[in-house]
């Protein structure tokens, strides 16, 4: 079974603090994307990576995939109240498959 | 150009009762798959429909049944409602062979009692 394990959970902060999310795990996915999901909505996809060690960018948020395919991480640089939301991460098995396995995600509050 | 449409919005059910969601992906998009999001977990891959069959499977038990339509729409039926079937039944779309991602629903909120 293929879990991905997000931390922190929760995170409250002020405008214009930086944060990074991770999100582990012991398998290794063909592709990891990032979402953003706000209260009564469907997640919104933010990203997807699939080469290990790559980096994308998407003005303020930085996202890598690790060199084995297995983490991934979120920087968000000065943090604004409308980033305000859960960050959920979700991995793509390898073979081909499209099924996705998520976090739990990370709630973030951003104060002003 | 219209994103994934789910219907109904919400949905208050009775436990034991039976109840049919609806799923329109977006345009161009061929495969529909089906989450379940309990309150404060991420999504859980329920099962994903490709040319009208199911093509995978997560871990739900065989009251958890659905379809797709020639038009690529798809349906989630549940049966004999659980109070832990209450949740945020969530469909997402994309295109097989296409880049990666999946365009999400805004759901379909189900309360059992």
């Known amino acids: 079974t293929q879990l991905l394990e997000q931390s922190p959970q929760f995170l409250s902060i002020q405008e214009g603090e930086n944060l990074t999310v991770y999100c582990n795990s012991s398998?290794?996915?063909?592709?990891l994307q990032w979402y953003r999901q706000e209260p009564g909505e469907g997640p919104v996809l933010l990203v997807t990576?699939?080469?290990?060690?790559e980096v994308k960018k998407l003005k303020r948020l930085t996202f890598q995939f690790g060199d084995a395919r297995k983490d991934s991480s979120l920087h968000i640089t000065a943090a604004q109240p409308g980033d305000t939301g859960l960050y959920l991460c979700?991995?793509?098995?390898?073979?081909?498959?499209?099924?996705?396995?998520f976090g739990k995600g990370m709630k973030l509050t951003v104060n002003p | 150009d219209a994103g994934v449409t789910q219907s109904p919005t919400h949905l208050i059910k009775t436990r034991g009762q039976q109840v049919t969601l609806r799923c329109s992906p977006k345009?161009?998009?061929?495969?529909v798959s089906w989450y379940q999001q309990a309150l404060g977990q991420g999504p859980q891959f329920i099962f994903q429909?490709?040319?009208?069959?199911?093509?995978q499977r997560g871990n739900f038990p065989d009251r958890f049944s659905g379809h797709q339509f020639p038009n690529y729409s798809s349906e989630l039926n549940v049966n004999a409602l659980l109070l832990g079937d209450s949740a945020l039944y969530l469909c997402?779309?994309?295109?097989?062979?296409?880049?990666?991602?999946?365009?999400f629903g805004s759901g379909t909120r189900l309360t059992v009692v």
């Open positions: 990576v699939v080469t290990g060690g």
């Open positions: 398998s290794v996915f063909s592709s």
């Open positions: 979700a991995g793509a098995a390898t073979g081909g498959s499209e099924k996705l396995v």
């Open positions: 429909y490709y040319e009208e069959e199911e093509r």
């Open positions: 345009s161009g998009h061929d495969t």
């Open positions: 997402a779309s994309t295109r097989r062979g296409g880049s990666y991602g999946y365009t």
